[in-house]
């Protein structure tokens, strides 16, 4: 088994530059700022950033698996929690920047793997699948309200179901 956390949310950025940097007509200043790769600055897909800025304590890293196609790109921070499986990093990194190419509605490469959208999805679901119905808070499904929905302030019903035998091992798709 290997287990991941991938942190969606944070605040680094990362940027490219070119190695050589723009010729300077001016002889007062020895500075010469060093030219982005591309209008946005923002990191190629693909890359991965495993050195100087992670927590050497374990494997970690961050991957650019998508383009910013406005602003500035944030990569996913990736935490390697178990690697039963031996996975070399180079190979975990791999790994998971294939995951990301994986969703069924879109060609585009998405930000973190869509097995973890799929999680993700089947979490909220299960969220609203336990709250009690009769709550006055439970009137939408909107999404924007599913975050405000605190199931651990309500009270919960933990009625074990059955799964319908066709849907026991099938993906749970939106």
């Known amino acids: 088994m290997t287990f991941f956390v991938v942190q969606k949310r944070h605040h680094t950025r ?3 530059y070119n190695e050589n940097p723009i010729p300077s007509n001016n002889n007062r200043s ?13 990191m190629p897909i693909g890359a991965v950033v495993d050195t100087k800025v992670i927590d050497d304590g374990h494997i970690n890293f961050y991957l650019n698996s998508h383009n910013a196609f406005q602003g500035v790109n944030r990569p996913s ?15 975990l990194q791999l790994l998971t920047f294939y995951l990301c190419f994986t969703n069924g509605r879109s060609s585009a490469a998405e930000a973190i793997p869509s097995v973890l959208h799929q999680a993700d999805l089947a979490a909220l679901k299960a969220r609203y699948l336990f709250c009690d119905e009769t709550d006055s808070s439970a009137t939408t499904n ?25 849907l026991a091992n099938r993906p749970v798709f939106g």
């Open 30 to 42: 020895s500075y010469k700022p060093k030219k982005p790769l591309d209008e946005t600055g923002n």
């Open 77 to 91: 921070h990736y935490h390697v929690l178990l690697n039963q499986i031996g996975f070399t990093v180079s190979e």
């Open 142 to 166: 909107d999404r924007r309200s599913a975050g405000s929905r605190d199931p651990s302030s309500h009270e919960l019903n933990y009625e074990i179901l059955s799964v319908h035998r066709n």
């Open 14 to 16: 990362f940027f490219t």
